[in-house]
């Protein structure tokens, strides 16, 4: 079965302290995978899409890696803007249906 | 600038009531969708259109219908059958629903009963 797993569900860090946000995933095969940012009553804001592992890409202090097995969203210095749930979503090889984390929420205290 | 509109922000639903939310866009997208989303868990779709006057059923299909009349909008009936509406529902779309094409989202409307 498809699945994916984002960890830990919240990660609260302090203001410039760096982290790493998880998402495992069991697909078979793999066409894409992306994150998102998703602000409180807010729709899901497009961060990332990641094809093949050892990619790599970088959006200010985000950057995303790929492996065959997991990605992984780091944040580099956070700021409290940086707040938010990170959404994981991925494309499997079987369907056209994008199989979704449950999120990790980021919380960055000043 | 080129989105995806939703309308209502909230709204609300009376026992035995039809209501309908609105999606537009004018990225000139062919892809559609609609998600709806629960504390705790992951975005589920209800149903997904890839072409004008063609959708079909995602895995929560059950009390809720759409309709793909034009390329630009994609409204979704939540209908007195689902029993349990209250939830944040995201209308998405993309360019096509080949591989790995990434889904931009709305702003959403979050449904409560009355």
């Known amino acids: 079965e498809d699945q994916v797993t984002q960890s830990p569900e919240a990660l609260r860090l302090q203001e410039g302290e760096s982290s790493s946000l998880n998402c495992s995933y069991t697909?078979?095969?793999?066409?894409?995978l992306f994150w998102y940012r998703q602000d409180p009553g807010k729709g899901p804001e497009f961060l990332f899409t990641?094809?093949?592992?050892?990619e790599e890409k970088e959006k200010e202090r985000l950057k995303a890696t790929l492996t065959k097995k997991e990605s992984f969203l780091h944040i580099t210095a956070p700021k409290p803007e940086d707040s938010a749930t990170y959404l994981c979503?991925?494309?499997?090889?079987?369907?056209?249906?994008?199989?979704w984390g449950a999120g990790t929420k980021l919380i960055i205290k000043p | 600038d080129g989105g995806i509109t939703q309308s209502p922000k909230y709204l609300f639903r009376k026992e035995g009531q039809n209501v309908t939310l609105s999606c537009e866009q004018n990225?000139?997208?062919?892809?559609m969708y609609w998600y709806r989303q629960d504390p705790g868990q992951g975005l589920r779709l209800i149903y997904y259109?890839?072409?004008?006057?063609?959708?079909q059923k995602g895995d929560i299909a059950e009390g809720y219908s759409v309709s793909r009349e034009k390329k630009e909008s994609f409204p979704l009936t939540v209908t007195s059958a689902q029993k349990n509406p209250t939830a944040f529902y995201l209308c998405?779309?993309?360019?096509?629903?080949?591989?790995?094409?990434?889904?931009?989202f709305g702003p959403g409307t979050r449904l409560l009963v009355l």
């Open positions: 998405a779309s993309s360019i096509g629903t080949t591989s790995g094409e990434t889904q931009y």
């Open positions: 990225l000139n997208h062919d892809a």
């Open positions: 259109s890839q072409i004008v006057n063609d959708f």
């Open positions: 697909v078979s095969g793999l066409r894409g």
């Open positions: 990641l094809y093949s592992a050892g």
């Open positions: 979503a991925v494309h499997p090889g079987s369907n056209y249906q994008l199989i």
